[in-house]
């Protein structure tokens, strides 16, 4: 008899940076090419989430981030999807090993994006926030390492 598959623990980053946030276009060598999602990816055993989303971002964006409040985590499918808060510690990224676009966009503007299936949940919490919840949620929680085990 088969069990259902386990879903895919996987984390994500909303990067906010003068009052938008980084939306990115998966690659064609991706799954889901072409449709937009938040930089991150899977969570390797053993890892916090804060860690692992800080492991990915140097990886696909060559950039070191500061990791800030859970805005959303939600299953859709396989995939179980935590979404942060983050801003960035140095320059904005400029390219990805996995997406083929990078867009800074407003809150108010995501809704026009082709987005993942599972990215739909955070995008609606994104479009209920206010500028300065937004700025708010970014700044690190204390107990950023606890967050969404
Ligand atoms: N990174 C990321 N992945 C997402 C989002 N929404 C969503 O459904 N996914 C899915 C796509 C993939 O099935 C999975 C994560 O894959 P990934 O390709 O980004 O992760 P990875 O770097 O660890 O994987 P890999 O290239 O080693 O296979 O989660 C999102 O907003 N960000």
Same mark, same amino acid.
């Given at each position: 008899m088969t069990s259902p598959a386990l879903p895919l623990r996987v984390v994500a980053a909303v990067i906010v940076r003068d009052g938008a946030v980084l939306a990115c276009r998966r690659a #064609?060598?991706?799954? %889901? %090419?072409?449709r937009w999602e938040f930089p991150g990816g899977k969570v390797e055993p053993g890892e916090a989430p804060a860690e692992a989303l800080r492991r990915e971002l140097r990886e696909e964006l060559g950039v070191e981030v500061r990791v800030g409040r859970l805005l959303d985590r939600s299953v859709t499918g396989r995939v179980d999807l935590a979404c942060y808060a983050a801003t960035l510690l140095g320059d904005p990224p400029s390219a990805s090993t996995d997406h083929d676009a990078l867009e800074w966009r407003r809150t108010d503007a995501l809704g026009g994006l082709d987005w993942a299936d599972a990215d739909r949940p955070v995008v609606a919490v994104l479009g209920a926030l206010a500028a300065n919840q937004l700025a708010a949620a970014a700044v #690190?929680? #204390?107990?950023e390492e606890e967050d969404a085990r």
């Open positions: #064609p060598h991706k799954d %889901a %090419a072409g #690190p929680a #204390p107990i």
